[in-house]
């Protein structure tokens, strides 16, 4: 399936989304609120069956940007080798979005690592916590916000040796 067919599929159920195309990549943007129900729509009827990625990025200071955080997940159909970009924008203090978990399970990991490094939260995953900063650390250090050198955390968590271990 092209991806003429796919993105006219989904805006012929869904009518608000936004498509855009950039050096053959195909985007889809979707409200917080639809996200969930786009996915599904992309895996079941459409044959995305890989999450290849989940990121997001923190557009503060960005001089167009009206939105601060950005939230994009790479779907890959294994069968056509189509790949698609949806993106959903997020801001404070509201950032929570469903879990894409009851999907792909590869989620796992990717939504606890944009929990850990920006403080987005996924609704319905089965254990968001921390995955790369321990369980103390209060801040996310991948927002623009964060100071480049931290807030001196490093000389606040102990370090455990072999020995201790």
Request: glycine share 6%; aromatic share 14%.
């Amino acid at each position: 399936m092209a991806h003429d067919t796919i993105i006219a599929a989904l805006k012929a159920k869904f009518a608000e989304l936004v498509t855009t195309e950039f050096r053959d990549n195909f985007r889809v943007v979707v409200a917080p609120a639809r996200l969930f129900d786009v996915l599904q729509s992309l895996k079941d009827e459409h044959g995305f069956n890989m999450l290849f990625e989940l990121t997001a990025a923190d557009y503060l200071k960005y001089p167009k940007a009206t939105d601060r955080f950005g939230v994009v997940y790479g779907l890959l159909n294994m069968a056509t080798g189509v790949r698609i970009f949806v993106k959903t924008w997020l801001n404070e203090p509201d950032l929570t979005l469903p879990s894409a978990f009851p999907l792909w399970k590869g989620a796992d990991w990717l939504e606890r690592e944009v929990y850990d490094m920006y403080g987005i939260l996924f609704d319905g995953h089965p254990d968001l916590r921390r995955i790369l900063m321990p369980e103390a650390f209060t801040s996310f250090p991948l927002r623009k916000d964060y100071p480049l050198r931290g807030r001196g955390e490093r000389h606040n968590f102990a370090v455990i040796t072999r020995a201790e271990s």
